[in-house]
C-alpha cells in the first residue's frame, strides 16, 4: 500500500462490533503505576482517563488476571471485588465526561514478575528467567528464575483470564483486549528463546500458538467474541524476546488460527506499513484491524503521530491506537484535528513515578 490508497478519515466515526466509535483514534493501553499496592485503581487514574474521554476508544492499562500474574509495583489487577470497585469508578468518570468506550487490557506477565512484588514465585512456560533486572519496591533487582507452569497452571490461568473479563464487564468495560504481546507471559509462550518445553505448549510453531489461542478462546466464550480484542507484536524484542527467523511463520500461524473466531479486533503493535510481516497479517484476519505505529522513542513527533497514523490507514488499517501522544496531550483528538502544536512528554521518568506531576498536570490547548 501506498500514502495514495484511499484511507478511512481518522476523525469519522466507525463501528468496532456492536459498538459506535466517535474517531478511529485508540488510546493505547500505557502502564503508568498509579494504583494501590495490592492492584486497586485510584481516583487519581479516573481523573487521568476522563482527561482523555474525547479518544474513540481507550484501551485501560494492563490490569494483571490473578496475583501471580503481576509484572511492577503499583500495577493495576482485576481478580478482587476491591479492583473491580476501583475500576467502575474510572469507568464512570470517563462516561460522565462525555466518553466513548473502554476496553481494559488483561495482562499476565510470567516471568516478568518477582516475589518482592507480587509475594509469589513468578511462573513461565520455562525456568529461564529475565536476562535484565527487575524494578521491585526495594528497587532494581536482578530477575528469578520462574517456575514452569504445569499443565493444571495452564488451566487456572486460562480460566483466570476469562473470569478477569467477566469482572471487566462489571467494572463497565465494553469489553477487553488479551495482551500477548511485549515479551509477557502469552508472547513468553509464542517465542523459541522463552519456550522450552516438550509437551503440547512447546517445541512445532502450531504448539506454541496454543496457550495464546486457549486464553482468547476463553475469554470470547466467557463475554463474547465481539467483546475481546488480542493485542501481538511481531518481532518486539523487548523483555528478551527473540523471535528470530520465525516471526512471518509464527504470527501467520496465530493469526490464521483465530481468523474465523469473530473477534473484535486485532491489534498491531510498532506496526510498519512496509513490512512484510504486517502486510501478510492484513491479509490472513479478515475482522477490524487496529494499528499502532512506530514512533520515535525520544520524543513525540510535531504532527502528533497523524502522519504515521494516516499511512497505517492507508495501508487498510482501521483504528489507529496512540500511546505516548494520549499520555501528554489530553486534548488529542481536537490537536490532531486542528493542527494545533502537541506537548511532548516533559520527563520519561514521571511516567512510572505515581502522583499528579506528568501524569494529570498536561495542559490542553488554550488553557
Known amino acids: 500500500m501506498t500514502d495514495t490508497h484511499l484511507a478511512p478519515d481518522l476523525f469519522a466515526p466507525a463501528r468496532l462490533g456492536p459498538l459506535r466509535l466517535a474517531n478511529r483514534l485508540v488510546m493505547a493501553p500505557m502502564t503508568r503505576n498509579r494504583a494501590t499496592a495490592d492492584g486497586v485503581p485510584t481516583p487519581l487514574m479516573a481523573t487521568y482517563y476522563a482527561q ?51 476496553f481494559l487490557q488483561l495482562q499476565h506477565g510470567g516471568r516478568n514478575g518477582h516475589p518482592d512484588t507480587s509475594g509469589l514465585t513468578p511462573v513461565a512456560p520455562s525456568p529461564i528467567p529475565l536476562p535484565e533486572p527487575i524494578h521491585t519496591p526495594a528497587g532494581r533487582q536482578p530477575a528469578v528464575t520462574p517456575r514452569a507452569m504445569t499443565a493444571d497452571d495452564i488451566r487456572t490461568t486460562v480460566a483466570d483470564f476469562a473470569t478477569a473479563a467477566r469482572n471487566a464487564l462489571e467494572a463497565g468495560f465494553a469489553g477487553v483486549e488479551v495482551h500477548s504481546a511485549n515479551g509477557h507471559l502469552l508472547h513468553q509462550f509464542l517465542a523459541p528463546n522463552t519456550n522450552r518445553r516438550t509437551d503440547a505448549y512447546g517445541g512445532p510453531i502450531g504448539h506454541r500458538v496454543r496457550f495464546a489461542v486457549e486464553v482468547a478462546d476463553a475469554v470470547a466464550a466467557e463475554i463474547g467474541a465481539e467483546r475481546t480484542g488480542l493485542r501481538i507484536s511481531p518481532g518486539n524484542t523487548v523483555n528478551g524476546i527473540e523471535e528470530g527467523e ?20 486485532l491489534h498491531v503493535g510498532f506496526a510498519d506499513p512496509d513490512s512484510p510481516v504486517y502486510q501478510d497479517i492484513r491479509k490472513r484476519w479478515p475482522g477490524t484491524l487496529m494499528a499502532n505505529p512506530v514512533l520515535p522513542a525520544d ?56 502522583g499528579e506531576t506528568g501524569y494529570t498536570d498536561y495542559p490542553v490547548a488554550g488553557a
Open 52 to 102: 482523555r474521554a474525547s479518544a474513540g476508544l481507550i484501551i485501560a492499562e494492563a490490569a494483571t488476571p490473578n496475583a501471580v500474574g503481576q509484572t511492577y509495583p503499583n500495577i493495576a489487577a482485576i481478580h478482587s471485588a476491591a479492583q473491580v470497585a476501583g475500576w467502575r469508578r474510572v469507568t464512570d468518570a470517563v462516561r460522565a465526561a462525555g466518553g466513548g468506550q473502554m
Open 299 to 354: 520524543r513525540i513527533p510535531d504532527d502528533g503521530g497523524r502522519h504515521a497514523a494516516e499511512r497505517l490507514l492507508a495501508a487498510d488499517a482501521d483504528l489507529i491506537a496512540l500511546g505516548r501522544p494520549f499520555l501528554a496531550n489530553p486534548d488529542l483528538v481536537a490537536r490532531l484535528r486542528d493542527g494545533s502544536a502537541v506537548n511532548p512528554v516533559r520527563d520519561r521518568y514521571l511516567m512510572y513515578v505515581g
Open 246 to 265: 520465525e516471526t512471518g511463520d509464527l504470527y501467520a500461524a496465530l493469526v490464521s488460527a483465530l481468523a474465523d473466531r469473530g473477534l473484535a479486533y
